[in-house]
């Protein structure tokens, strides 16, 4: 969301003889549009990859089913299936070296059963024959479609905490590029809805018709875009964490912890650690522990067992313990939120430590739930996914057509940023409100912060960058 052309966006000039506060209201609209043009010269980019990226994920069902098929379905549905302990002794016999940690059991009967192992230090999921424990095939764990697409929309391909930390950071500029949008393009008269509203379809090649194509699919889409990034936003390294933080000091997202036989374990260990396919509200679940003894260490037949007896719908994961005194773990996020289950089982007597459902969820733990499945694209099928498409391909159409229109308007040797207001309440007035975005978000907050130095320390005491800049 970028620069809108000069003619249209610049506020008009007050007249002589207007009172202060008649002057401050073009003063705000000027602050606001700079605002506006700085974050979307800085983070628009950013904006489109994770919209291009996210786009794609969306439909990661469609194209896996695609690219795996001959993986992930079976030839000929047999008659009788082997057990989950016959499949995996096979698997291991066949391919020495191979350790499983999580085997996902699927809801279908011509569907392969998943794999999560360690083949020589490598992470490795491989699929097989439900039927005849044969391996369809074999995946490096980091290399599949969707941990590519997966990197680029959480790091940028490139990896690692400060990647994550940008997209974060360009994730909440975009929630400030729709606010301040919607502040600028709001329909002030009846004239007004049209260029923001509708289209005016007139002129194609002229400034007008960029700028209705930045605006009017801004202003249709702009709520659902927002709901996009917050619900993107639990899955963040710094929000993330004050989300869940807020969750569980508000009661309000998994209930207190249920134990058979003990007390509250005091380690630090959670569910994220140790298992597959969690719901995002028992991500840091505390795990409890076996109660290590001369018992055996059930089979995997059995905990399926305990997931059936438990009610657990497919398709679901069993996590294997850690340890002596580590526990089996059902999880599945399901499809249908309301059907996602956590389950920690003792190893050795099969006692079910912890079960935590949907309903269990506080309130704040139920909506972010299921604002994740629609950020996912799997809350109510196909016309999800359709809509986060249009959101996507939205995002980008506003993006792009915003550099179409700064290419339009941009005079040469400048940045062409709309200028400061003269009223230095205005300026302060509208400072203060990114502020107040800055706490609420506190790698926006740092970013001000930063850009608030560059402007003081160096912009305005170099001429190029201070001409460049229009500061």
Known sequence: MNAMPVEKLAPPAPESGKSPGSR?????????WRWHFYAGVLFAPLLVILAFSGSVYLFKPQIEGYLYKDMLSVSEVG????????????????????TISSITLPDQPDATIKMAASRNGTSTTMYADPYTGNITGMLNSDKTFAAFFKKMHSELVVGGTWANRLVELAACWGVILIVTGL????????????????????????????RDLHAVPAFWLSIFILILIATGLPWSGVMGGQIDRLANATNSNYPPYALAFMAKPESVTVAKDVADD????????????????????????????IADKQNVKLPYTISMPRGETGVYTISTAH??????????????????????????YGIMAKMITLGIALHEGRLFGLANQLLGLAACMGLILIAVSS????????????????GKPKDKRATIGVLAIMLIFGALMPLVGLSIIFVLLLEWLVIRRIRPLKHWFSV
């Open 278 to 305: 969690l719901p995002w509200a028992a991500e840091n679940i505390p795990v409890p522990q076996s109660m290590a003894g001369s018992y055996l260490t059930l089979g995997i037949q059995d905990i399926v067992g």
């Open 335 to 360: 499809v249908r939120p309301g059907n996602s289950a956590t389950l920690h089982i003792d190893q050795y007597s099969g006692a079910v430590l912890t079960d935590v459902r949907f309903a269990d």
């Open 24 to 32: 401050l209201f073009p003063a705000l609209y000027q602050s606001v």
């Open 183 to 210: 502040y600028l393009w709001w329909p002030r008269s009846k004239s007004a809805i049209w260029g923001t509203i509708l289209p005016r379809l007139g002129n194609r090649g002229s400034r007008q018709f960029s």
């Open 403 to 418: 550099y179409v229109m700064w290419r339009k308007r941009k005079p040469d040797g400048k940045l062409g940023a709309p």
């Open 79 to 98: 008659a009788a299936s082997l057990t989950t302990d016959e499949l995996i002794a096979k698997t291991v016999r066949a391919y020495p070296g191979t």
